[in-house]
């Protein structure tokens, strides 16, 4: 990974030098060398160079190579970031770099501000998942080793740099896992591997099949007993306040390893992407990672239900009545609306195990939201204004941004069955709703809750300066701001 080193050093002349630039302003530095910056003005000139976010101009100075970038209009926290991504694929080639932080025009952030978000950026934009990739050469990797950030104040701005770090560690393991195919990622493996997140000081429970039975997790096994693959589910506890013995909140995860449809098969055109309906579940636990790295002092505990949903001769029909860990009774109308009857135990299990009294789930869950809202927002459904309000407004603070979507009473009636308590879809309209009202029926009404249907984010199908192609892991950053 990346090392961001935060100096006052003396930065050598093979080193390739960075500043940047607000749109529209005039191109200063006191930093670099006189006759360089008149090159660079000189040069901008000849080639229009405006300073657009994210748009880099190269020259070859007398202290040797100058990239400079472009950050935009009134550059913020969240342009940086973006300008930090652009620059990775800038720094293919080079080994080590050095970004000169200066004041920007126009812009309110301070050095320590403009240093963290740019190297955050970069931290996200130079993840790679390659490890599948075997006749690969040397020159096809990624080079950079080290940005060096020449700042007056380096001892704070590293100590403050902690969390952005922490949050960017947890942001690729999410990518990792999500990325990971699914006959590599089972829910077993997925399990061993949130349990080796204890050396963090995270506490991770994990129970199995035996287990699960044992605490009536009968919705949850439903999904499960169409796959050969075990069936597992991760408690993580992160208890970073010693004072308290409450949970301030509970996460709850959708882990579906491979979404099939089942019985009630998916179209084949597509459906490799759906190795990645883990993606509520690995924001969870990314989300719990984050926590302990950032020695957070809260109390949070996350559950995540992990299954693989599969067609065979022991799959769930439709038509299934199963009976869930609350005791209400479930109509299986289609087994493709698994991810709901995975998180209807999990969230009745969190609420009954730790008397949270607020409660945020993340679920790759509907194509309906997905349709609705594309990829600019995930839908957010929730039972309580001020949750919904700090979510949303945490959304637009990380640049994971969420639209509220409605719950009522006429929703949940479509989903009442004429066989069993409920069944587990609506009618061909309204399916992120019908499907919140579903997840609804197993929050306790005083208890503030949250839905996060991520259906439409999870992936990134072009590339984007933070994020390559494939897995976004949308959440763990919008989570963390939350709490922070
Ligand atoms: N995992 C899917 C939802 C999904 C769709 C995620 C597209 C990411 C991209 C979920 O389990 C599902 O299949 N939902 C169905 C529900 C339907 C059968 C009521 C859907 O939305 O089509
Ligand atoms: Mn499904
Ligand atoms: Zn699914």
């Not at 009630?264 to 636990?285: L, N």
């Not at 789930?361 to 839908?379: H, M």
């Amino acid at each position: 990974m990346l090392e961001i080193v935060f100096s006052n050093g003396r930065i050598g002349a093979k080193i390739v030098k960075i500043i940047g630039v607000a749109e529209g302003a005039k191109i200063n530095s006191d930093l670099l060398a006189k006759e360089d910056v008149a090159l660079i003005k000189k040069q901008a000139a000849d080639c229009r160079f405006d300073g657009k976010l994210g748009r880099v101009m190269e020259t070859y100075g007398k202290s040797g190579r100058i990239l400079v970038i472009g950050l935009g209009k009134k550059p913020a926290e969240l342009s940086l970031q973006n300008a930090g991504g652009a620059l990775a694929s800038k720094l293919f080639n080079d080994e080590v770099a050095a970004y000169y932080v200066e004041k920007i025009k126009g812009c309110n952030l301070n050095e320590e501000q403009i240093a963290h978000n740019l190297a955050f950026g970069l931290l996200l934009g130079t993840y790679r998942f390659d490890k599948y990739f075997t006749t690969k050469k040397p020159e096809e990797y990624p080079n950079l080793e080290r940005v060096i950030f020449k700042v007056k104040n380096p001892a704070e701005v590293n100590e403050n740099f902690k969390n952005y770090a922490a949050l960017a560690n947890a942001v690729r393991y999410g990518r990792d896992l999500c990325n990971e195919p699914a006959n590599y990622l089972t829910p077993e493996v997925f399990a061993d591997d949130i349990k080796r997140l204890e050396y963090l000081g995270l506490d991770v429970d994990v129970l199995d099949y035996k287990a699960l039975k044992q605490n009536d997790f009968a919705c949850l096994l439903s999904v499960a007993q169409g796959s050969e693959k075990e069936p597992r589910v991760a408690v993580i506890k992160w208890k970073g306040n010693p004072n308290s013995d409450k949970w301030e909140l509970g996460l709850v995860g959708k882990g579906v390893t491979f979404d099939s449809g089942g019985i009630s098969i998916k179209p084949s055109s597509g459906m490799e992407e759906m190795k990645q309906d883990m993606t509520g579940a690995a924001v969870v636990v990314a989300s719990m990672k984050a926590l302990a790295l950032q020695c957070a002092h809260k109390n949070v505990v996350g559950v995540v239900g992990l299954v693989e949903n599969m067609p065979s001769g022991s799959a769930v029909k439709p038509g299934d009545v199963v009976t869930s860990m609350s005791g209400q009774t479930v109509e299986i109308i289609n087994t493709d609306a698994e991810g709901r009857l995975v998180l209807a135990d999990c969230l009745w299990y969190i609420q009954k195990e730790f008397a949270v009294n607020k409660l945020i789930d993340v679920a790759t869950l509907t194509g309906a939201t997905a349709r609705a809202l594309g990829n600019e927002y995930a839908g957010i459904f929730a039972n309580d204004d001020a949750l919904a309000n700090d979510l949303i407004d945490a959304g637009e603070r990380s640049g994971e941004r969420l639209w509220r979507l409605p719950i009522s009473e006429g929703y949940n009636k479509m989903i009442n069955s004429d066989f069993a308590d409920m069944k587990n879809i609506g009618g061909v309209s309204a399916g992120g709703s019908t499907a919140a009202c579903f997840l609804q029926r197993f929050v306790k009404p005083e208890v503030k809750w949250a839905h996060l249907d991520i259906a439409g984010v999870d992936a990134e199908k072009k590339g984007r300066p933070i994020c390559p192609k494939g897995a976004t892991a949308f959440g763990i950053r919008l989570i963390n701001q939350y709490l922070r």
